[in-house]
């Protein structure tokens, strides 16, 4: 069995929030055993976990007695692509910056800081019972598995996208090569109504993707990068489970909101077998 990473040394990242459009800047600091991954903000913390979610409109937004933090999924992607449980993350201001769009920044810089292997195993529960949520012709399954296993599939009307499907073993996967790399995307229609509700004011062509009728903004880094992203979005709001969980999981069409139902009826599951 694995034991717990944290970092050898702190990382600090300034930019851009995709949304708000405002400058933050985001220190990852080491942490121990046990920790888990917390955010720390204007004098609150607060745990990456599935309860602590507060809004899941276009990103997964963390938030506790008032203090909130936007789309914190890249990062949190990153730090469980990158294999690392533990860590203290100081937000100064409200939103994870963007970067390019994909995880890719932000697994170079703890990479580059490096990880540190801990004394702890690494929390990992074995799912006994099937959880799923869905809803409307979104799904998300997850069933007992002695390996970690994810089958996700997209599908768009747009030509340039239709429908995508791909398998993935988690335990096996090279984060930073298969997933990493892909970036946030956006249809060109959306871009307008997005800016009408004031999202995405941090959006350009530097950090999306943008599917325009005809052709994408810039040349795709897979063939199925809507699907990766689609993925590396899924691996982030699945940090909030809080520990690895092993089991084949099936995603239709995943999002945010139905992502971190997910993570929380699983969550609720996991504990609920650990308290009977
Ligand atoms: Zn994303």
Request: proline share 5%; net charge negative.
């Amino acid at each position: 069995m694995a034991n717990q990473h944290t970092l050898q040394r702190p990382v600090c990242v300034e930019g851009v929030g995709m949304h708000t459009g405002k400058r933050c800047r985001v220190t990852v600091k080491p942490a121990e055993e046990n920790a888990g991954i917390v955010f720390h903000l204007a004098g609150e913390c607060i745990p990456a976990l599935a309860e602590y979610v507060v809004s899941t409109d276009r990103c997964t937004t963390l938030g506790r007695d008032g203090v909130r933090v936007m789309t914190v999924e890249h990062l949190l992607s990153a730090l469980v692509g990158t294999g690392i449980d533990n860590a203290h993350i100081e937000v100064e201001g409200e939103e994870i910056p963007v970067l390019d769009g994909s995880a890719m920044p932000w697994v170079e810089r703890l990479l580059d800081a490096g990880l540190c292997e801990q004394r702890a195993p690494r929390q990992r529960v074995q799912l006994v019972r099937p959880v799923s949520v869905m809803a409307g012709d979104r799904g998300i399954w997850a069933m007992p598995h002695p390996e970690r296993l994810l089958i996700a599939t997209v599908h768009y009307s747009h030509p340039l996208v239709g429908t995508q499907v791909a398998w993935f073993a988690l335990d096996k996967i090279d984060y930073r090569e298969e997933i990493a790399p892909a970036r946030t995307f956006g249809f060109w229609e959306e871009v307008e109504s997005l800016l009408a509700r004031g999202r995405a004011l941090g959006g350009s062509l530097d950090n999306a993707l943008v599917i325009f009728p005809d052709r994408y903004s810039a040349s795709l880094r897979f063939p199925d990068e809507v699907l990766r992203h689609k993925v590396l979005d899924l691996l982030g709001d699945l940090a909030l489970v809080g520990v690895q969980v092993e089991a084949l999981f099936v995603a239709v069409k995943p999002s945010h909101t139905l992502n971190t139902a997910f993570a929380m009826a699983l969550r609720q599951t996991i504990l609920g077998e650990v308290e009977q």
